[in-house]
Nanobody, 128 residues
């Protein structure tokens, strides 16, 4: 089992920055690949994968909508996942969720795969 606790949301003006964090705990090593990611969901819209990282390695995945503006990273010593969000736009307004899954291969971390463990969500609001 893995537990996730996300935080760091808030309100910011367009063009501003925020950093989300997700503290994780539990056994993250019982398969060869542990994936962590960020998803978001705006009111009336489907959930969208934003960024994913293969734990312990350099492989990352981003949605086209955030590529070049958002950066996903991980601090193993602190058991924390981050999402640095720059050049924020009103369209980025959503509830952001960290998520995790276990797998055997890096490609299983891609955002179109099903994730099993979820944080409670943190609200990000970007005003024009």
């Amino acid at each position: 089992q893995v537990q996730l606790e996300d935080a760091g949301g808030g309100s910011v003006q367009a063009g501003g920055s925020l950093r989300l964090s997700c503290k994780y705990s539990g056994d993250t090593r019982h398969t060869s690949t542990f994936c962590m990611s960020w998803f978001r969901q705006a009111p009336g819209k489907e959930r969208e994968g934003v960024a994913a990282i293969v734990a312990g390695g350099p492989i990352t995945y981003y949605s086209d909508s955030v590529k070049g503006r958002f950066t996903i990273s991980q601090d193993n010593a602190k058991n924390t996942l981050y999402l640095q969000m720059n050049s924020l736009k009103p369209d980025d307004t959503a509830t952001y969720y960290c998520a995790a899954k276990f797998g055997l291969r890096s490609y299983e971390c891609q955002l179109d795969n099903e994730y099993n463990y979820w944080g409670q969500g943190t609200q990000v609001t970007v005003s024009a």
